[in-house]
């Protein structure tokens, strides 16, 4: 299939618009069909291999999410290695010793101050293959303290805020078309399309990719969402925000998301 230009693979599509393409599948599937020089940045967060506790309801104000597909076995990222084009990797210093050295690393600080005593990282760390100055971002997401912001719920166990991933998309402006072949529920096609720019994700979990699926159909009214999260009562899915926006897919995407849709909603 053809999408902005770019001659793509056409099985597992999940949804498209003009902005994001997103596949559900597994992306060692997907990445082999991509042509060479089809894509200018890699921006993922995979899984980082180490078994992580997502029993955050014992937790205040959180839940028990399911755990991460893949996250039981040590990450291998020779598959992403072999794309030839630049790489921004989350989670790189999990499984350091499967990845290049390289100087440029980006860093996320969670927390707000120095003198905080919480169980989690308090920064998280983004291998790159090409950023050759090492650079950090603060952003307060640590437990059930948040900035105030464009995310406005937490529907995946390890979902980075918008505003980091805009912050590493911004860093690359010569980077037209992005791929996210971990994509959970679409951080990095929403910071994309806040941006301007083209992304494409590919997610193995139809119920991540059925949020990412929502939220590119949405693109995030944060005033609209906050009066519908208002509304809602705390047992309520997270998907879909639970507000019916303006759609923005073509008339295929919309078939496809659709008909995916209810699938899950007959399970
Ligand atoms: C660390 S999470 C990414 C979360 C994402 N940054 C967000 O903000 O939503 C990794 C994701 O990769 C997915 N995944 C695991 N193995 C995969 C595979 N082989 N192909 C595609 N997706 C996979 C998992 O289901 C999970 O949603």
Known sequence: MRWNGLELPDKSIYFQDEDSLIYCADC??????????????????????INLDTNYGKFKNSKKY?????????????????????????????????LPAWRGWLAWFKTARNDTHIRQAEMELAWTNFITRSQAYRYTWIGAYREAGEDLRYCHPTQKPLSLMKW???????????????????????????????????????????????????????????????????NQSPMLFGVASSTKGNKVAREVSKGNTRKEADR
């Open 28 to 49: 060692r599937d997907i990445l082999p069909l991509i042509p060479d020089k089809s894509i200018d940045l890699v921006l993922t967060d995979p899984p980082y291999g």
């Open 66 to 98: 399911e755990t991460i597909t893949g996250d039981n076995n040590s990450f291998d990222p020779s598959h992403l290695l072999n794309l030839n084009c630049r790489l921004i990797i989350w989670g790189g210093n999990c499984f350091a010793d499967r």
């Open 168 to 234: 590493v998309i911004s860093l690359v402006p010569e980077a037209k078309v992005i791929l996210d072949p971990y994509m959970g529920v679409g951080s990095t096609l929403m910071a994309g399309k806040l941006l301007g720019r083209k992304c494409i994700g590919v997610e193995i979990e139809e119920r991540y990719a059925h949020i990412a699926a929502e939220r590119c159909r949405q693109a995030i009214l944060p005033l609209e969402m906050k009066q519908v999260e208002q509304g809602e009562s705390s």
